[in-house]
């Protein structure tokens, strides 16, 4: 069955950088774009940004221009999302999701920046 | 950036009972690049509908989604217990993703 395994809760303070990874299995890598979702607390769905594995061309949301890569690795199957220069409103549950019409979902990450 | 707003906020509702959720677009989107989720407290988003009416693998038929241009539903026929959730609209257009801020299910 389709899997993607993220890695686990984080605490950061701020002006620090995280990188979160996502474990893909059962479905091939390079089929789907990998996307990044984060959900602050209480609140909606945020896109970040995507990677086409097959190139590795990537589109970012503007608002986390510059301070957000994500990158694969298709030895392994797997995509990273790092978010630099982290804030205390950068606290979030951060998923990632691939395919719009299967719908493949992470399990979130929790990031919680506070000093 | 396409900008999608649902309504309303939070739907009150008894089970038994129709849901009608509005998702509308600032600009027209293709049906086909049109989705729902369902998320439950401390759960992933869940693939309910896509291409605007398709059910994604496993979703029960009293979920259906409907519309085009700017405006979209979805309708749950009759409310089961475990459909009080949050629901939010996305759309993908060119696999660039946008959702709507999302609206509350809850039992009245």
């Known amino acids: 069955q389709v899997q993607l395994v993220q890695s686990g809760a984080e605490l950061k303070k701020p002006g620090a950088s995280v990188r979160v990874s996502c474990k893909t299995s059962?479905?091939?890598?390079?089929?789907?774009?990998m996307h990044w979702v984060r959900q602050a607390p209480g609140q909606g769905l945020e896109w970040m940004g995507r990677i086409n594995p097959n190139n590795g061309d990537t589109n970012y949301a503007q608002k986390f221009q510059g301070r957000v890569t994500i990158n694969s690795d298709t030895s392994i199957s797997t995509a990273y999302m790092e978010l630099n220069r982290l804030r205390s409103d950068d606290t979030a549950v951060y998923y990632c999701a691939a395919s719009e019409v299967d719908g493949y979902w992470g399990q979130g990450t929790l990031i919680t920046v506070s000093s | 950036e396409i900008v999608l707003t649902q309504s309303p906020g939070t739907l009150s509702l008894s089970p038994g009972e129709r849901a009608t959720l509005s998702c509308r677009a600032s600009?027209?989107?293709?049906?086909?690049?049109l989705a729902w989720y369902q998320q439950k407290p401390g759960q992933a988003p869940r693939l309910l509908i896509y291409?605007?009416?398709s059910r994604a693998t496993g979703i029960p038929d009293r979920f259906s989604g409907g519309g085009s241009g700017t405006d979209f539903t979805l309708t749950i026929s009759r409310l089961e217990p475990e459909d009080f959730a949050v629901y939010y609209c996305q759309q993908y257009r060119s696999s660039l993703w946008t959702f709507g801020q999302g609206t509350k299910v809850e039992i009245k």
């Open positions: 600009q027209s989107v293709s049906s086909i690049y």
């Open positions: 059962g479905y091939i890598f390079t089929g789907y774009y």
């Open positions: 291409g605007a009416s």
